[in-house]
């Protein structure tokens, strides 16, 4: 059995039911790895624990962030756990990521908030006005949000949902679309006459692609991480509970909830005036 039969069977027996992102990392990182082994004279069955440090010691030479060198060892760490080389894994000496509590996220002031959504309901295509709900207002990430079915939306006059299948951690949430975002929404399906599958198209038809979200929302030079940290943000100063808010956001961990607290450069600034 080679590399890449070795990596395919540890995805189809180990990650089966993961959402599509987490299987795309984990494909990269192991084959990334497998190449390192290829140099240095061995495979994905014959190493051993200092070919794993040599390979981080290489990925730290290379000037890698510690959080990238850990987010490719884990993948390393999760095939050896399945592949009965845990004896691989143990008392590694890994570099510390810098704590994401030590800097605000970047979230939107009211006033940016009001001007995209002001701009992008002129438009005549109402498509990117409803992205921009949906982000805003529903916290999705952008992977998820291009990942939406029609199906995945269910309205009514008075309320209505989303239900993210193919979310980061892989579980399944609904979230509640508000009365801004189900108007959004119910404007831009009205315009759709195809019967294509995909919530969001591009211009060409088909189902739109993150870099396309990500362009888009560049021409109001913002972009998909600071509607959801807006998001986010919005409900931590409402003073939801952590659970309510892990809920409606995905996020697996309380200490990523709990940066949204910290105050951003302008508040601070903000703080000290007369």
């Given at each position: 059995m080679n590399n890449v039969e070795r990596i395919e069977r540890f995805i189809d027996e180990a990650l089966a039911g993961k959402a599509d992102n987490t299987i795309k990392a984990y494909r990269y990182s192991l084959t990334k790895f497998a190449e390192y082994l290829d140099g240095s004279g061995t495979d994905l069955e014959g190493y051993g624990r200092v070919?794993?440090?040599q390979y981080i010691a290489s990925m730290q030479l290379a000037k890698r962030s510690a959080s990238g060198v850990n987010r490719?060892?884990?993948a390393v760490k999760a095939y050896s756990k399945?592949?009965?080389?845990?004896?691989t894994v143990e008392a590694l000496r890994m570099t510390k990521p810098q704590?994401?509590?030590n800097k605000a996220p970047e979230w939107l002031p009211v006033t940016k908030v009001n001007e995209v959504l002001r701009l992008t309901d002129r438009k005549k295509n109402k498509r990117d006005h409803a992205i921009v709900c949906i982000l805003l207002y529903a916290g999705l990430r952008v992977s998820e949000l291009v990942a939406l079915d029609k199906a995945d939306i269910t309205m009514s006059e008075r309320k209505g949902d989303v239900i993210v299948r193919k979310s980061k951690n892989g579980q399944e949430r609904i979230v509640p679309l508000n009365s801004d975002t189900r108007k959004a929404l119910a404007d831009y399906l009205a315009q759709r006459t195809d019967e294509h599958e995909a919530l969001f198209l591009s211009s060409l038809g088909k189902r739109l692609s993150v870099r396309s979200v990500q362009s888009m929302l560049n021409e109001y030079e913002i972009n998909p991480h600071q509607l959801r940290h807006t998001f986010v943000k919005r409900l931590v100063d409402k003073g939801h509970s952590f659970a309510l808010i892990q809920s409606l956001s995905g996020?697996?961990?309380?200490?990523?909830i709990a940066w949204y607290s910290q105050p951003s450069d302008d508040e601070r600034r903000a703080a000290i005036e007369l």
């Amino acid at each position: 059995m080679n590399n890449v039969e070795r990596i395919e069977r540890f995805i189809d027996e180990a990650l089966a039911g993961k959402a599509d992102n987490t299987i795309k990392a984990y494909r990269y990182s192991l084959t990334k790895f497998a190449e390192y082994l290829d140099g240095s004279g061995t495979d994905l069955e014959g190493y051993g624990r200092v070919d794993v440090q040599q390979y981080i010691a290489s990925m730290q030479l290379a000037k890698r962030s510690a959080s990238g060198v850990n987010r490719e060892i884990a993948a390393v760490k999760a095939y050896s756990k399945y592949a009965g080389k845990a004896e691989t894994v143990e008392a590694l000496r890994m570099t510390k990521p810098q704590k994401a509590t030590n800097k605000a996220p970047e979230w939107l002031p009211v006033t940016k908030v009001n001007e995209v959504l002001r701009l992008t309901d002129r438009k005549k295509n109402k498509r990117d006005h409803a992205i921009v709900c949906i982000l805003l207002y529903a916290g999705l990430r952008v992977s998820e949000l291009v990942a939406l079915d029609k199906a995945d939306i269910t309205m009514s006059e008075r309320k209505g949902d989303v239900i993210v299948r193919k979310s980061k951690n892989g579980q399944e949430r609904i979230v509640p679309l508000n009365s801004d975002t189900r108007k959004a929404l119910a404007d831009y399906l009205a315009q759709r006459t195809d019967e294509h599958e995909a919530l969001f198209l591009s211009s060409l038809g088909k189902r739109l692609s993150v870099r396309s979200v990500q362009s888009m929302l560049n021409e109001y030079e913002i972009n998909p991480h600071q509607l959801r940290h807006t998001f986010v943000k919005r409900l931590v100063d409402k003073g939801h509970s952590f659970a309510l808010i892990q809920s409606l956001s995905g996020h697996s961990s309380a200490d990523m909830i709990a940066w949204y607290s910290q105050p951003s450069d302008d508040e601070r600034r903000a703080a000290i005036e007369l």
